[in-house]
């Protein structure tokens, strides 16, 4: 079980140029989260998934897009970067029911847009 | 939407002292409440977690109190130990057509030798 892969680990963009986080996992885990964490700040939600075609917007939703053709897959897409969009992006996954459930995060990616 | 507040945003304890940690949270639909661990370029863990239907949990050193009334919930260390510096953070979560997590801003804690 390798649990939730992210690629790359890291990546220096330009501004303007566009790039796809991908984020992997092998837990058959339905829910996915896209979160952003600023050096010294604590981790903001992009988007999330609850399942395979179904995404929703979280905190700071702008400057991204987000897929789910999978339950498995989960890719986040920068379409014009911008320098404040340098943070590390970390993936997780859960498997809710009834009640919530602890995320299983990826090791994350670092990310400078200069 | 729900705002986790968490403080202080730094600690510094000599080892064997306790360490607290504190944090509100505004939506009362919030009702579960995970801390991570987090060590300096790792990806955060679970340590410890608490639902809305108890007040008080405990695992070995570590422990978390709810105070559902107040909406606040604390993160205790006991006996602190080097290997306990890292950043912690609390989140709060909530069913809103599907389940989302919210964290706070982080407490750096520094364990001293």
């Known amino acids: 079980n390798a649990g939730v892969t992210q690629t790359p680990k890291f990546r220096i963009l330009k501004i303007g140029q566009s790039m796809t986080l991908q984020c992997a996992q092998d837990m058959n885990h339905n829910y996915m989260y896209w979160y952003r964490q600023d050096p010294g700040m604590g981790l903001k939600l992009i988007y999330y998934?609850?399942?395979?075609?179904?995404?929703d917007k979280g905190e700071v939703p702008n400057g991204y897009n987000v897929s789910r053709s999978t339950t498995e897959d989960f890719p986040l897409r920068l379409e014009l970067a911008a320098p404040s969009q340098t943070s590390v992006y970390f993936c997780a996954s859960s498997t809710p029911g009834f009640r919530a459930s602890p995320l299983h995060f990826g090791n994350g990616t670092r990310l400078t847009v200069t | 939407g729900e705002n986790v507040e968490q403080h202080p945003s730094t600690l510094s304890v000599q080892e064997g002292d306790s360490a607290v940690i504190k944090c509100t949270y505004s939506d009362s639909a919030s009702n579960y409440f995970p801390w991570y661990k987090q060590e300096l370029g790792k990806r955060p863990q679970l340590i410890i977690d608490?639902?809305?239907?108890?007040g008080e949990k405990k695992d070995q050193r570590i422990a978390v109190t709810l105070n559902k009334t107040a909406k606040h919930f604390s993160l205790h260390i006991t006996e602190t130990q080097p290997e306990d510096s890292a950043v912690y953070f609390c989140?709060?979560?909530?069913?809103?057509?599907?389940?989302?997590?919210?964290f706070g801003a982080g407490t750096r804690l520094f364990v001293k030798a």
């Open positions: 989140a709060a979560t909530l069913n809103t057509g599907g389940f989302k997590t919210i």
């Open positions: 998934s609850v399942g395979a075609g179904i995404t």
């Open positions: 608490i639902r809305s239907n108890v």
